[in-house]
């Protein structure tokens, strides 16, 4: 038995140096594992010889058995075709070639068997296969008489010759040298428990399967392994730092929350809100550091949440901060507290980049005195030297704007680890939360405030700009500002860049009684705040952007949001940027205007959007569309998905079970140190050594 990682694949039969060099640069394979772990993406199954009377037009992929009794050649240039007559001892079928004809006549022979698989369609009428697989009959092994593996293969491979074949070449001829039963990766125990097929079994039947039951029952449990080892990763640091990591203990709700509660809260919080404050309040009075992940839509109401659990620290002797990504968004939380706190006696502040001199001390003063209370922030404050007396809690606003180094370097700011509360507005379905963010606890508000009008969303194409156009008067006459916003795609910056600019004039032309604004993200920031700021004063009705509107901007008076070449946005983007309205009493718009020229699944996002406003259904939706790879997030995450099999979207209930069953193993053996775990514990240190950083995920 030899460990298939040390066994370079050029000593499989077939593979010489050239083909060895062509599947490592292109598939990045390049031991004998590599290969074993390369899976087909889809079988078909060749278990069956049909009649060519059986055949129909109907039918899949079918194979048939006879000879070939004589060719014929026809047409001129692109319709120059080869047509052979191929008998099955009852019946006649035509099959024919368009290319590599000369090849064809040279090397089929007539009158000789052949099994031939193709798809039946018609051409001229008559019923017939187009360019065919042919094998000879003593050719075709076992394994190709039944479900054949189809290998995903680059163009540069196929200019060389390497086809799914020849992969199927190589895979086989890699087990006939694997005699041996492949050690197993999971303890005994757990197979039996989940009655998963043993791995030896499962990795010869994911590529050469005899039923598709078998198949089904081998990638289950392949799929199971790769997500059950990142949950046995992500929780037993979870539950590492849950013991390592004391926090302060905030057994008290005092005199600040109270007074708010009873005397300034301008109005009843959700049930949903009620709930979340619960939550965090029992994570922080339980001696651990609070982690959490706090999700809502757009306008859930987080914002006041977030001050309700500030006021906790505050009763607790302790100071709060929370962190947004932008000035403006800082700017804005002041406003919000202050609206919220009136004569309250708590000191909040805002430090920002602007903030200088002599002010600038005052706050650092205040912060190292413990008299400010609640400290507003940008992370680039944050990153400084700035120093407190007693912080007790950390609020990040808007998390996917924060990478995972910058959330550990708030550790650095306090002895004992300040409480975290994450919050974001793009609502991450809960199995991809659970990988993303496994470590983290969640919470979630799944409920808006009452009496919100739901956004009208409809999708427009960009052939009719002058009922836009009028519809845009219409609002901002009856006093309501508009968003105009335009895709900006790293790729093409400039190109998009050009187009905001080109349509900043353009609109400045359709409408010249009204006052414009433009942002986006090439200008400086304080160039950008000062362009905002004249939209969310209302000196400007019209604002023009790229998409760096779209993190948490309130501006209830803005009423219609229109997003131009929509097409070229995310699900999950579109939500948030259909966020900045509604905000009002009024009843929005949201306008998608798309090119005529579609994809199914671009229509398909775009239907989603004009179907529903829940954040968590699209995002859903989104996961399912496109992949977990292109949520946002996901890159920042410090986690790196190696899953060959497994896809986050679809295999939701596999994630579930793969957390609970970590979850189970975890709760009887912690540090994995007992016998029947030593598959587990040394497969983790594996995973540990190659992610050194998961460690700062929190
Ligand atoms: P988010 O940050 O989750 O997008 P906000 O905190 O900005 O949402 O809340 C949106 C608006 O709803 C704010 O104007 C806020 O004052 C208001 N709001 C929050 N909670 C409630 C509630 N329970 N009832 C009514 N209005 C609320
Ligand atoms: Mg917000």
């Not at 809100?273 to 999700?295: C, F, P, T």
């Not at 004569?343 to 502040?349: I, L, Q, S, T, Y």
């Not at 968590?616 to 996901?634: N, Q, V």
């Amino acid at each position: 038995m030899e460990d298939l990682r040390q066994q370079a694949i050029n000593y499989l039969p077939g593979i010489g140096p050239q083909r060895a060099k062509m599947l490592e640069a292109e598939l990045g394979i390049k031991t004998w594992h590599d290969l074993l772990y390369t899976f087909p993406y889809k079988h078909i199954d060749r278990s069956r010889l049909y009649k060519i009377r059986e055949l129909t037009t109907e039918m899949p992929f079918v194979q048939v058995m006879g000879q070939f009794l004589s060719f014929e050649e026809a047409g001129q240039g692109r319709k120059h075709r080869l047509t052979g007559h191929f008998w099955d001892g009852e019946m006649f079928l035509d099959v024919t070639w368009f290319h590599g004809i000369s090849f064809i006549k040279k090397s089929v022979k007539i009158r000789k068997d052949y099994i031939l698989f193709g798809r039946p369609g018609v051409y001229g009428g008559r019923l017939s296969v187009i360019h065919p697989d042919l094998d000879k009959p003593e050719s075709m092994t076992l394994s190709k008489m039944s479900m054949q593996p189809y290998y995903s293969t680059t163009e540069r491979m196929k200019k060389a010759g390497m086809t799914s074949r020849t992969l199927e070449n190589f895979t086989s001829a890699l087990f006939s040298k694997l005699t041996w039963t492949l050690p197993e990766t999971l303890p005994q125990y757990l197979i039996d428990r989940l009655h998963l097929m043993p791995l030896d079994k499962a990795l010869r039947a994911a590529h050469y399967p005899t039923t598709a039951d078998e198949l089904a029952a081998a990638n289950m449990r392949l799929k199971f392994e790769e997500l059950f080892f990142i949950q046995l990763v992500i929780m037993s640091y979870a539950r590492k730092r849950q013991q390592e990591r004391v926090g302060r203990r905030f057994s008290r709700v005092g005199e600040a929350f109270n007074n708010f509660y009873h005397n300034y809260l301008p109005f009843q919080l959700t049930e949903a809100q009620k709930r979340v404050i619960r939550e965090m309040h029992a994570d922080m009075k339980s001696g651990h550091q609070m982690n959490r992940l706090l999700q809502g839509d757009v306008g859930s109401g987080k914002t006041l949440v977030a001050l309700m659990v500030m006021l906790i620290a505050i009763d607790n002797g302790c100071q709060a901060c929370i962190m947004a990504p932008t000035e403006i968004l800082a700017e804005q939380h002041l406003q919000t507290f202050l609206n919220f706190l009136k004569d309250m006696p708590v000191r909040v502040e805002l430090l920002t980049g602007n903030v200088k001199g002599k002010r600038r001390k005052a706050i650092e003063e205040g912060l190292l005195d413990g008299s400010i209370d609640i400290l507003i922030g940008t992370h680039a404050v944050i990153e400084d030297n700035v120093q407190f007396k007693n912080l007790g809690l950390v609020i990040i606003d808007e998390q996917h704007r924060f990478g995972v180094a910058q959330r550990a370097r708030l550790w650095q700011k306090s002895e004992v680890c300040p409480h975290v509360l994450v919050m974001t507005a793009t609502p991450i379905p809960r199995t991809l939360a659970m990988t993303l963010y496994g470590d983290l606890d969640v919470s979630v508000i799944d409920e808006l405030p009452p009496g919100r009008k739901p956004v009208r969303t409809m999708h427009i194409y960009d052939n009719q700009p002058e009922q836009l156009y009028r519809g845009v008067i219409r609002e901002i006459e009856a006093g309501h500002q508009i968003y105009f916003v335009f895709p900006l795609v790293k790729e093409s910056e400039k190109l998009d860049l050009k187009n905001v600019q080109d349509e900043f004039v353009h609109l400045k032309e359709v409408f010249p009684q009204y006052k414009i604004s433009m942002v986006h993200g090439k200008m400086k920031p304080s160039e950008k705040d000062a362009e905002m700021q004249k939209f969310v004063s209302g000196e400007t009705q019209i604002l023009v952007a790229t998409t760096v509107i779209e993190v948490g901007v309130n501006v209830p008076n803005a009423s219609v949001m229109i997003i131009q070449n929509a097409e070229r946005f995310g699900l999950s983007q579109l939500h948030q940027l259909r966020g900045r309205v509604g905000r009002g009493a009024e009843q929005s718009y949201c306008i998608l205007v798309s090119n005529f020229k579609l994809s199914a699944e671009t229509r398909k996002r775009l239907q989603i959007m004009t179907e529903t406003n829940d954040g968590f259904e699209i995002a859903e939706a989104d996961l399912k569309l496109r992949g977990p790879g292109d949520l946002e997030g996901t890159q920042q995450s410090g986690i790196a998905f190696n899953l060959k099999l497994a896809n986050l979207g679809r295999d939701g209930q596999l994630v579930q079970l793969a957390r609970d069953t970590a979850s189970f193993v975890l709760d009887a053996d912690p540090d994995l140190q007992a016998k029947e775990n030593t598959l587990l514990r040394r497969h983790l240190q594996e995973l540990k050594k190659e992610q050194q950083d998961w460690s700062q995920i929190s």
